[in-house]
Nanobody, 116 residues
Framework: QVQLVESGGGLVQPGGSLRLSCAAS????????MGWYRQAPGKQRDLVAA???????NYADSVKGRFTISRDNAKNTMYLQMNSLKPEDTAVYYC??????????WGQGTQVTVSS
């Protein structure tokens, strides 16, 4: 079993920055890929960015050039640096990890609100 705890959400003005963190604990050696998803009210949960155990990344088109995903394996922590934030980035952001096709885990979510 893996536990994921997000932190770093909050209220920020348009154009501002936030850094989200996701701390993993438990059977961390089973983790393969990790990622960030977000869900706005009334909408489905969508992938924002993902990173493999080897460090390969991919991003949703809407955040390319503004968000950066990274992973510190020594600290068992994943990050999402979010710059040039827009009101449409407002959502609950969820940390996700998997061990391949068999198992995956979710964090509890952290609210990000972009508003003036």
């Amino acid at each position: 079993q893996v536990q994921l705890v997000e932190s770093g959400g909050g209220l920020v003005q348009p154009g501002g920055s936030l850094r989200l963190s996701c701390a993993a604990s438990g059977n961390i050696f089973s983790i393969n890929a990790m990622g960030w998803y977000r869900q706005a009210p009334g909408k489905q949960r969508d992938l924002v960015a993902a990173i493999t155990s080897g460090g390969s990344t991919n991003y949703a088109d809407s955040v390319k050039g503004r968000f950066t995903i990274s992973r510190d394996n020594a600290k068992n922590t994943m990050y999402l640096q979010m710059n040039s934030l827009k009101p449409e980035d407002t959502a609950v952001y969820y940390c996700h990890a998997d061990s391949g096709p068999m198992y995956d885990w979710w964090g509890q979510g952290t609210q990000v609100t972009v508003s003036s």
